[in-house]
């Protein structure tokens, strides 16, 4: 199809995956965090014509690359309000549980997954999902507490969980998945 989730596996020593969520006919294209070593990321996107950059949460190892990208672009980075103040800049767009972006024709919803940070994202396409740090094969991210570690369990149970089963799940660290 239209889709095409381009994956740069390693970035940076905590091997980051970054992504670029782009439409094959119309070129254009959402980054998937900055990590560091975003140079790489922004090379995979070469090709396209990115309209910015989205950020599945706010720990250090997700935007080590921020004050870089900015400094080799002036793309538009957006993130969930509850973990704007942790961006190491202003954001330029807020992004809320349900919304809807467009890349070319493609539909990205996004859905708030909070435990693992308070504005922890995921970024659903038709057959796939881009769920940062609240899903890894194997479990959820790291939490700071019980009540969080809830919070992140009850995010993937009713949210992630429900997506079809062949939903292929491409995490903020390690393989894919579905």
Do not use: W
């Not at 672009?73 to 704007?84: I, N």
């Not at 693992?116 to 995921?122: D, K, S």
Request: overall charge negative; charged content about 20%; aromatic content about 4%.
């Amino acid at each position: 199809g239209r889709v095409r989730v381009h994956k740069v596996a390693g970035m940076g020593s905590y091997d980051n995956n970054g992504y670029v969520i782009a439409d094959s006919q119309t070129r254009e294209a959402y980054l998937v965090d900055a990590p560091a070593q975003i140079e790489r990321l922004l090379d995979e996107a070469s090709d396209y014509r990115v309209q910015g950059v989205l950020i599945t949460h706010t720990h250090p190892d997700h935007v080590a690359g921020y004050a870089h990208l900015k400094r080799l672009s002036d793309l538009p980075v957006a993130v969930h309000e509850a973990d704007a103040s942790k961006l190491p800049g202003k954001p330029e767009n807020l992004l809320a549980h349900g919304q809807e972006l467009r890349v070319g024709a493609i539909h990205i919803r996004v859905m708030h997954t909070p435990g693992h940070t308070p504005g922890g994202l995921c970024l659903v396409l038709d057959d796939a999902v881009i769920t940062g740090d609240t899903l890894f094969p194997g479990g959820p991210g790291k939490t700071r507490s019980p009540e969080l570690l809830k919070q992140v369990i009850d995010s993937i149970t009713s949210k992630l969980l429900v997506l079809p089963d062949a939903t292929a799940v491409h995490p903020g660290h390690g393989d894919d998945t579905t």
